[in-house]
């Protein structure tokens, strides 16, 4: 009897135990469970987003998992997998490289999970269900928009400008939108004489910055400098980034720009803590504001939906091709933010705190 006794005690233990693991009761006790997958946590905006998820989705019940590939693509799959053999329903990816994760999106598939791309288009499967992003297109025409206002172009000034190019990651589809939407804008400008690209680097190809990464795009800067502008000044650079356009400022500043001679015209995305800081000390003219509080709350309503088997929310379906078909997808709006506008957009909006900025 005391062995029986001591077995049921153990028993009793175990199961307590593997509730505790579970986050403090059984599945019962969640309405679903979401595996979340970041690119990097070196770029704070993807952690307030992992964090905006969680937040959001433990609010209403979910229980959640948050994992960071460190820019690895190896690492992201192998966390992937990991919440697939732990019992997601869901998965809310924003991919490392797009294009590497058919494998493991396979093996979702058969175990009945709803894929979400995060930002960053899932490219070459068809098992994607739902993409949630931004306008990229039309941020690259932002960032294009805000070159011309900062050149005086759209008040009648003719130039001739020179004009640098950067695009960001080759291995982020995103990249390509942001790049294509920039160009309609100046590509004509290009043709006319207007702007001038000294360098003659155009196109992704040559442009892309690896990784997003700011050394790479400092260093290039400072390549361009040597070659192409002992003798000119360059008047504008479209940076696709804050994080790149940090990198390029710092190129910039160690040509003598900002001080011996006034600073380009640089553009920016994504309203960065470093990058409004930027726009506040005058050198950054300008980034594009994705409050990915939104986009997070997007993502949520889909989810929601799918849980209650309601219509769900897309307002998109004809845009965002992965090469195996087209991706619905639920895109956000995006605000232009230099210094006439920052306080308001930025602080006003929650976006970020005052306290987080040094300004006169």
Request: charged share 15%; with cysteine; glycine share 12%.
């Given at each position: 009897?005391?062995?029986?006794?001591?077995?049921?005690?153990?028993?009793?233990?175990?199961?307590?135990?593997?509730?505790?693991?579970?986050?403090?009761?059984?599945?019962?006790?969640?309405?679903?469970?979401?595996?979340?997958?970041?690119?990097?946590?070196?770029?704070?905006?993807?952690?307030?987003?992992?964090?905006?998820?969680?937040?959001?989705?433990?609010?209403?019940?979910?229980?959640?998992?948050?994992?960071?590939?460190?820019?690895?693509?190896?690492?992201?799959?192998?966390?992937?997998?990991?919440?697939?053999?732990?019992?997601?329903?869901y998965?809310?990816?924003?991919?490392?490289?797009?294009?590497?994760?058919?494998g493991?999106?396979?093996?979702?598939?058969?175990e009945?999970?709803t894929?979400?791309?995060?930002?960053?288009?899932?490219m070459?499967?068809?098992?994607?269900?739902?993409?949630?992003?931004?306008?990229?297109?039309?941020?690259g025409?932002?960032?294009?928009?805000?070159l011309?206002?900062?050149?005086?172009?759209?008040?009648?000034?003719?130039?001739?400008?020179?004009?640098?190019?950067?695009?960001?990651?080759?291995?982020?589809?995103?990249?390509?939108?942001f790049?294509?939407?920039?160009?309609?804008?100046?590509?004509?400008?290009?043709?006319?004489?207007?702007?001038?690209?000294?360098?003659?680097?155009?196109?992704?190809?040559?442009?892309?910055?690896?990784?997003?990464?700011?050394?790479?795009?400092?260093?290039r800067?400072?390549?361009?400098?040597?070659?192409?502008?002992a003798?000119?000044?360059?008047?504008?650079?479209l940076?696709?980034?804050?994080?790149?356009?940090?990198?390029?400022?710092s190129?910039?500043?160690?040509a003598?720009?900002?001080?011996?001679?006034?600073?380009?015209?640089?553009?920016?995305?994504?309203?960065t803590?470093?990058?409004?800081?930027?726009?506040?000390?005058?050198?950054?003219?300008?980034?594009?504001?994705?409050?990915?509080?939104?986009?997070?709350?997007?993502?949520?309503?889909?989810?929601?939906?799918?849980?209650?088997g309601?219509?769900?929310?897309?307002?998109n379906?004809?845009?965002?091709?992965?090469?195996?078909?087209?991706?619905?997808?639920?895109?956000?709006?995006?605000?232009?933010?230099d210094?006439?506008?920052?306080?308001?957009?930025v602080?006003?909006?929650?976006?970020?705190?005052?306290?987080?900025?040094?300004?006169?």
């Amino acid at each position: 009897m005391k062995k029986v006794l001591a077995l049921i005690l153990a028993l009793v233990l175990v199961l307590g135990l593997a509730a505790c693991g579970a986050g403090g009761g059984g599945d019962d006790d969640y309405v679903g469970f979401v595996g979340i997958a970041m690119p990097t946590q070196s770029s704070p905006r993807w952690v307030g987003d992992g964090n905006s998820l969680v937040e959001q989705l433990e609010a209403l019940g979910y229980r959640t998992i948050l994992q960071f590939g460190e820019d690895v693509v190896a690492d992201q799959i192998a966390q992937i997998e990991g919440m697939i053999a732990q019992g997601v329903d869901y998965l809310v990816i924003g991919a490392i490289d797009g294009s590497a994760l058919s494998g493991v999106l396979a093996q979702a598939d058969a175990e009945d999970i709803t894929v979400i791309a995060y930002d960053r288009l899932i490219m070459d499967t068809p098992h994607v269900s739902y993409y949630t992003t931004f306008d990229n297109f039309a941020v690259g025409v932002m960032q294009a928009n805000s070159l011309l206002l900062g050149l005086g172009i759209n008040d009648g000034a003719t130039g001739p400008f020179n004009i640098e190019l950067f695009g960001g990651s080759p291995d982020d589809n995103n990249a390509f939108f942001f790049y294509d939407g920039a160009m309609t804008v100046l590509q004509p400008l290009i043709d006319d004489g207007t702007l001038v690209v000294r360098s003659g680097q155009i196109g992704m190809d040559v442009v892309g910055t690896l990784g997003w990464a700011a050394e790479r795009a400092q260093s290039r800067m400072e390549d361009l400098l040597t070659a192409h502008y002992a003798d000119a000044r360059v008047d504008a650079v479209l940076s696709p980034y804050d994080g790149l356009s940090i990198g390029i400022i710092s190129a910039l500043r160690g040509a003598g720009y900002g001080s011996a001679q006034p600073w380009p015209i640089v553009s920016g995305q994504d309203a960065t803590i470093a990058g409004v800081q930027s726009i506040i000390n005058g050198e950054q003219f300008a980034t594009v504001l994705k409050d990915t509080r939104d986009l997070a709350a997007a993502t949520v309503r889909i989810i929601e939906a799918i849980r209650n088997g309601n219509p769900v929310p897309v307002n998109n379906t004809d845009t965002y091709d992965n090469n195996v078909f087209i991706v619905p997808s639920y895109l956000l709006y995006i605000v232009h933010v230099d210094q006439s506008n920052w306080y308001e957009e930025v602080v006003g909006s929650g976006f970020h705190s005052a306290d987080e900025f040094t300004f006169d």
